[in-house]
Each structure stands twice: as C-alpha cells, then as structure tokens.
C-alpha cells in the first residue's frame, strides 16, 4: 500500500532552521499538505497544496515540493513551534484515499 | 465561527456497535468533502474514511471497510460514522474533519473510542 515516509524527529536551536521532509512516489503528481499537532489538540493545517500557507500561520513556516519529496520548512524556529508535523496527501484509483506520514516530532531546545 | 462539534464516543466491547457524529456550524457544509482521521494512543494520524461533498461517493481505509460506513445529512449540516463489529485496534480519538479547500480546513474537537472488554 502507499506510503509517505517523514523522519520520526527533528531538533533545533531556537533561531535554527527546521527542515522536515515527506518522501512519496506519487508526491510529483499529488499536493502534499502539512499538519501540526500539540499535545492533545487537533490537527492544525500550516502548509496546503505543497507551498501555499493559510492566513494566520507565521511567514517562518514554507513548503516546497521537488520529485518524490516534499519538505516543510520552518526558518527561525520557536520553542512554541514544538510538536508533531504530518504529511498528507491522496491516492487516486479505485479506492480513492487519504494518507498521512508517520509523523516528525519536532524539538526547539 | 466555523465549528464541528462532535459526540457518541466512549466503551464498547469488542464486537459492537457505535455511531460518531459532527455537527457542522458556521461555513457551508454542503459544499465540502468530509473525512474522518483516527489517532490511537500515542500514535499518528490514520485517515479513515471520507464521504464527497453530495454524499455521492464514499471511500475508506484498508483497515475499516465492510466494518464502518461514513455518511451526511447535508440538511442537518452533520457528517455520521456508523462503526461496527469493532475491535481492540478501533480504540483511537476519533476527529472530524472537512476538506482542506483553499486554506480553509475545520477539525471537530476529537472523540474517543476505546474497544474493551
């Protein structure tokens, strides 16, 4: 079945640059989407249609997509930006679905 | 204020039966597609199901199909999931959600299912 694959953590210095990637073979083809999550919150949308970002996320946070991967980058990260980071995207055919990464927990320390 | 407000979670024994509802306020529920994304205990997100904006088509994970069945009342602005013969592996908080169009995405407030005996 289809996968998208993210690193299970990422760590920076507040200030540093965090850099978050959503490997997947039909990512060339398919928007990824990106979602962040604090401990028991719901998921918020901070990056949709690979580079576009919602009104209301800080401008530190930017997509990019290139092939197979696509990446969520946070420039100058914050402490208040620490938290799990999903990738979604969709599977197009007969049985048309959803997935989601496995998750990157994120540490700004 | 655009909300989803969900209920009907709680303990069921395995083998059973239970309806999840999201009531939709606030924005244009009709005009969305809905999923629905389970998260079991100390887990990521699992999408579980989604239902087209007219209720005309249903998709579903590997995990749930032939067990559970998404569906709409677009007059009463509420998305359903109707899950049965569950199992230990069911037990998740389970979240509404809209489609993601434009940059607009709403997220119900979780509702946890925990399948014991």
């Known amino acids: 079945s289809y996968e998208l694959t993210q690193p299970p953590s990422v760590s920076v210095s507040p200030g540093q640059t965090a850099r978050i990637t959503c490997s997947g073979d039909?990512?060339?083809?398919?928007?990824a989407y990106w979602y962040q999550q604090k401990s028991g919150q719901a998921p918020v949308l901070v990056i949709y249609?690979?580079?576009k970002r919602p009104s209301g996320i800080p401008q530190r946070f930017s997509g990019s997509s290139s092939g197979t991967v696509a990446t969520l980058t946070i420039s100058g990260a914050q402490v208040e930006d620490e938290g799990d980071y999903y990738c979604?995207?969709?599977?197009?055919?007969?049985?048309?679905?959803?997935?989601f990464g496995g998750g990157t927990r994120l540490t700004v320390l | 204020q655009m909300h989803l407000v969900q209920s009907g979670g709680g303990k069921v024994q395995p083998g059973r039966s239970l309806r999840l509802s999201c009531a939709a306020s606030g924005f244009a529920f009709r005009t969305y597609g809905m999923h629905w994304v389970r998260q079991a205990p100390g887990k990521g997100l699992e999408w579980v199901a989604v239902i087209w904006d007219d209720g005309s088509k249903k998709y579903y994970a590997d995990s749930v199909r032939g067990r559970f069945t998404i569906s709409r009342d677009n007059s009463k602005n509420t998305l359903y999931l109707q899950m049965t013969t569950l199992r230990v592996e069911d037990t998740a908080v389970y979240y509404c959600?809209?489609?993601?169009?434009?940059?607009?995405?709403?997220w119900g407030q979780g509702a946890l299912v925990t399948v014991s005996s």
């Open positions: 959600t809209s489609a993601a169009v434009g940059d607009k995405n709403y």
């Open positions: 979604y995207s969709t599977v197009s055919g007969a049985n048309e679905r959803g997935v």
């Open positions: 039909a990512l060339p083809k398919k928007y």
């Open positions: 249609e690979d580079i």
